[in-house]
DNA sequence: TCATTAAATTGTT
DNA sequence: AACAATTTAATGA
């Protein structure tokens, strides 16, 4: 059952801390904010599971707390196209939400994941009310779009590093994700599931990133050192080949 | 707190 | 896909 569904009887409320690594919380002024944190719930989702699935009515406005969710399609002939992880601090579904419309995506976690919800009613009378509100919601707009046509070129790419370097800055977006931060926590092999590629092969664009300087790689994460070069970096195609 | 063991993740072929 | 090496997490004295 996705979690939209039973975020009804899983939920709780949410800890201070919770609350506070939400970015949207400082924005509202008192008042709003009581009727936010009232109506916000949390539940835990784990793989396998959907968060929401295409399709369905749209009944909440989701973030990550805690975890890593994979934003995905199914396309009409059954395959599934996984468009974009969504790491900590993330907010998605305002598109759906705004419009009071259907699911367009599935959302499931990569790993045992806190999702945290806002009601569509109570999101659109946030929109009604918070003028700092409607500034977040335009700004993450206006973020994603860059985001979505950032895709389309990473999509374009025949080179697995460049792929991945792509896809890794788009996940360390600071405005997108602000829980993110310095490191992202990921496993290779979850990476691997993100962009398409063997895990061998994202391990060995991982070393090639690390040599160049613009990560490092840590156990269970990818820690980020140059994220302009991740985003624009072009690599010659014999950087790390080793001589006959 | 420390040592031991299991589990997870990474590096390599 | 398989395997070894490394790191973390869990357990109990």
Same mark, same amino acid.
């Given at each position: 059952?996705?979690?939209?569904?039973?975020? /009804? @009887?899983?939920?709780?409320? &949410?800890?201070?801390?919770?609350?506070?690594?939400?970015?949207?919380? /400082?924005?509202?002024?008192? @008042?709003?904010?009581?009727?936010?944190?009232?109506?916000?719930?949390?539940?835990?989702?784990?793989?396998?599971?959907?968060?929401?699935?295409?399709?369905?009515?749209?009944?909440?406005?989701?973030?990550?707390?805690?975890?890593?969710?994979?934003?995905?399609?199914?396309?009409?002939?059954?395959?599934?196209?996984?468009?974009?992880?969504?790491?900590?601090?993330?907010? %998605?579904?305002?598109?759906?939400?705004?419009?009071?419309?259907?699911?367009?995506?599935?959302?499931?976690?990569?790993?045992?994941?806190?999702?945290?919800?806002? /009601?569509?009613?109570?999101?659109?009378?946030?929109?009604? /009310?918070?003028?700092?509100?409607?500034?977040?919601?335009?700004?993450?707009?206006?973020?994603?779009?860059?985001?979505?046509?950032?895709?389309?070129?990473?999509?374009?790419?025949?080179?697995?590093?460049?792929?991945?370097?792509?896809? &890794?800055?788009?996940? %360390?977006?600071?405005?997108?994700?602000?829980?993110?931060?310095?490191?992202?926590?990921?496993?290779?092999?979850?990476?691997?599931? &993100?962009?398409?590629?063997?895990? @061998?092969?994202?391990?060995?664009?991982?070393?090639?990133?690390?040599?160049?300087?613009?990560?490092?790689?840590?156990?269970?994460?990818?820690?980020?050192?140059?994220?302009?070069?991740?985003?624009?970096?072009?690599?010659?195609?014999?950087?790390?080949?080793?001589?006959?």
């Amino acid at each position: 059952m996705p979690l939209d569904s039973s975020l /009804h @009887q899983r939920r709780r409320a &949410l800890t201070a801390g919770e609350l506070d690594a939400i970015p949207w919380i /400082h924005l509202l002024a008192p @008042q709003e904010r009581e009727r936010a944190v009232a109506d916000l719930k949390i539940a835990e989702a784990s793989p396998g599971e959907y968060v929401c699935r295409m399709g369905r009515p749209a009944t909440y406005w989701f973030g990550v707390v805690d975890g890593l969710l994979k934003m995905s399609s199914d396309n009409e002939h059954g395959q599934t196209m996984t468009f974009t992880g969504v790491p900590p601090g993330g907010w %998605f579904g305002e598109g759906t939400a705004l419009k009071r419309e259907a699911y367009r995506y599935n959302i499931q976690p990569l790993r045992n994941s806190h999702v945290a919800g806002l /009601h569509v009613d109570t999101f659109h009378w946030l929109l009604d /009310h918070s003028i700092g509100f409607n500034r977040f919601i335009m700004n993450q707009l206006n973020e994603r779009l860059g985001q979505f046509i950032a895709a389309r070129e990473i999509d374009r790419m025949t080179n697995p590093d460049i792929r991945v370097a792509r896809s &890794l800055a788009t996940l %360390f977006n600071p405005v997108l994700y602000p829980g993110v931060g310095e490191v992202l926590r990921i496993t290779q092999q979850e990476l691997a599931y &993100l962009v398409g590629l063997s895990r @061998q092969r994202v391990n060995e664009a991982l070393t090639t990133l690390a040599e160049q300087g613009s990560i490092r790689v840590e156990y269970g994460g990818l820690r980020v050192l140059d994220l302009p070069a991740l985003r624009s970096h072009v690599f010659s195609k014999e950087t790390s080949r080793k001589p006959a």
